[in-house]
């Protein structure tokens, strides 16, 4: 059974459709990366699969449960257990430290676990920086923290909107080294991206035109594919 | 850590680190907590402050003999003078009247303790000085201006003593009172002087009290006395204690009324300020949702940064409410207000519920937030 697998959504706002008639599945551990221009429903199709909003046609199943259809309670609760999203903009939590950024996940999921939280911020090259508040982070530390936040509560799903869309050609390339190692680790991630290269990072590329999936590309220098 | 740990981590950090935000939150809080606090300080000192302005308009109780008795006997004035709290008495002015001649022309001659009697009639205004010696009276105006005497004079007064028997003794005139009343046409002495005169009775005709208290507690006394001291008739001078009783009825009715409209307004001040707060999370509160808080942690969340500038708040407002009370005191009384323990926990508590309620709204919008709509990238 695929982890995620939508079938014939469509999201319609007003007088616009934003996703029509979108099919599409990801695997246990796939890495699949979403692209397309502004206003091809990239934003609307992340929303959907990651319980911020629901579809007004068709079924969405993670792992197994409908999310279409479920209540917006139920949906925090799915969110909580099975997503980590990490953002474009961060979003981290500016009068909590980086260690506190991370621990506030914690916290909504089950109990803070302050080494727990230390031993994640470690994973991703930030031990050195867990007291700092992220004002006296840089961008990449910042997306770093919030990677590391997506982390911790050990999600079935990481769903990355533009991950390296305000970070340099340096810490774009230390966040997607994270992303290939989560990839080798099992976890199944979705990256909703503009940049080919990061895209190029999956193991298949999902491309989105006016609310329909226009092609789907499998990347052969996709890290996954190697595995294969 | 357990989760409550890092509940009050997670609030006691945003109160701190966003200092330059939550400062107005807290002013707003501790400006109303003070004015509350001073007001209510205000309210409970009013009766003392106003009970003591009443009191430089004389004698508010008075006991006098029972029907049937002619004289109170010292005994019976001690013992239902003793039944009145020491604390709360300003002056206790037993008097004797006596009719005496002075070239011939009778007036009424008072004896008393002159101490109490000037602690008890504040408001006599005497020229010349009260008596210190023996031999030294006071003498109203009227009798002042019928035997044309003035401070400083002797004259000879002649009258019978107890026993029946004429005096004749020589007294100086120390001073002429005026208090526009019946005080005016009697000639004061002290009680010593009174018996040395007329002879020890063992009576008085009557016994002045001028008490800090209200009507309310003034009756009680009377009724304790009237139970007690059956020989005793206490009366109340009702045209000072009723006229006290409206004036600080008023007075109370007003500071209530002010208190009212303050915490209203420390009310709409705080839930304004964190209507603020919360537009300015949006982003921080959408976070929270994606990350799979529930609403009843947002709103436990802000309800809790809430009640805490409130009770920080409190915390000022009992303590510069204290300083606004004495402010209050010093200039509008003339008096200093005694610090009420009692009310520093209630100014805390209203503190912290007034907060808690301006809270309400703007949480409960908190929870309205969509994180799909304020997370979404730019």
Same mark, same amino acid.
């Given at each position: 059974m695929s982890l995620l697998e939508i079938r014939g959504i469509s999201k319609i706002y007003g007088n616009v459709n934003a996703l029509r008639n979108v099919d599409m599945t990801v695997e246990q551990g796939e890495w699949l990366a979403v692209m397309g221009p502004s206003g091809s429903g990239k934003t609307t199709m992340m929303n959907i699969i990651g319980c911020m909003d629901k579809p007004s046609e068709g079924t969405v199943l993670l792992d197994g449960i409908d999310? *279409?259809?479920? *209540?917006a309670r139920n949906l925090t609760s799915i969110r909580r257990d099975k997503i980590g999203l990490i953002f474009q903009q961060f979003h981290l939590i500016n009068y909590l430290t980086a260690l506190e950024n991370v621990m506030v996940a914690q916290y909504y999921h089950s109990m803070p676990d302050e080494k727990e939280a230390l031993q994640a911020l470690d994973r991703v090259g930030l031990l050195a920086r867990a007291k700092h508040l992220p004002s006296q982070l840089s961008g990449g530390e910042q997306q770093r923290v919030c990677i590391a936040r997506a982390l911790i509560n050990y999600p079935m799903l990481v769903l990355a909107d533009e991950p390296t869309g305000n970070l340099d050609e340096a810490n774009e390339e230390i966040v997607l080294d994270i992303f290939r190692k989560l990839h080798e680790e099992g976890i199944t991630i979705v990256v909703v991206t503009h940049d080919p290269e990061v895209a190029q990072e999956a193991q298949r590329t999902v491309i989105l035109e006016h609310g329909r999936i226009a092609r789907i590309v499998v990347n052969e220098s996709g890290k996954g594919q190697e595995g294969e | 850590m357990t989760k409550r740990s890092m509940y009050f981590k997670m609030i006691a950090s945003s109160l701190i680190r966003r200092r330059s935000r939550m400062f107005v939150a807290l002013l707003a809080v501790a400006v109303g907590a003070t004015i509350l606090s001073g007001l209510v300080t205000i309210y409970y000192d009013i009766p003392r402050q106003m009970g003591q302005e009443f009191r430089s308009y004389g004698a508010n109780f008075i006991l006098v003999p029972a029907s049937g008795e002619e004289a109170l006997s010292e005994t019976s004035a001690e013992a239902a003078v003793s039944l009145i709290p020491s604390d709360e008495v300003v002056g206790i002015a037993p008097y004797r009247y006596e009719t005496v001649k002075i070239n011939e022309q009778p007036f009424m001659a008072a004896g008393t303790e002159l101490e109490e009697a000037r602690k008890a009639s504040p408001y006599w205004f005497v020229s010349g000085d009260w008596p210190e010696t023996d031999g030294s009276v006071l003498i109203g105006q009227e009798v002042a201006d019928t035997i044309r005497l003035l401070p400083g004079n002797t004259f000879t007064m002649t009258g019978t003593d107890g026993n029946g028997e004429s005096f004749s003794r020589e007294f100086r005139v120390s001073g002429v009172v005026q +208090? $526009? $009343? +019946? /005080? /005016?046409?009697f000639i004061f002495m002290s009680m010593a002087d009174f018996v040395a005169a007329m002879g020890e009775s063992g009576a008085y005709d009557v016994v002045e009290c001028s008490i800090s208290a209200p009507q309310t507690e003034l009756e009680d006394i009377a009724a304790s006395v009237t139970e007690r001291v059956p020989d005793v008739a206490p009366r109340l001078v009702t045209r000072v204690t009723r006229s006290e009783g409206t004036v600080l009825t008023k007075l109370q009715a007003l500071v209530f009324l002010v208190t009212a409209v303050v915490l209203l307004l420390t009310m709409i001040c705080v839930a304004t300020t964190m209507m603020a707060v919360v537009a300015e999370r949006r982003k921080e509160i959408g976070l929270k949702k994606a990350l799979g808080a529930p609403n009843r942690n947002i709103i436990l969340e802000f309800m809790g940064e809430g009640l805490l500038l409130g009770c920080l708040g409190g915390v000022l407002g009992v303590i510069l409410g204290f300083g606004f009370a004495q402010l209050i005191g010093v200039n509008v009384f003339s008096r200093s207000v005694h610090f009420q323990a009692a009310l520093a926990p209630v100014t805390l508590i209203a503190s912290v519920l007034i907060t808690g309620l301006a809270c309400m709204i703007p949480v409960r919008s908190a929870t309205d937030v969509d994180p799909a709509i304020v997370l979404r990238g730019e």
């Open positions: 999310i *279409s259809t479920e *209540s | +208090t $526009g $009343g +019946t /005080e /005016e046409a």
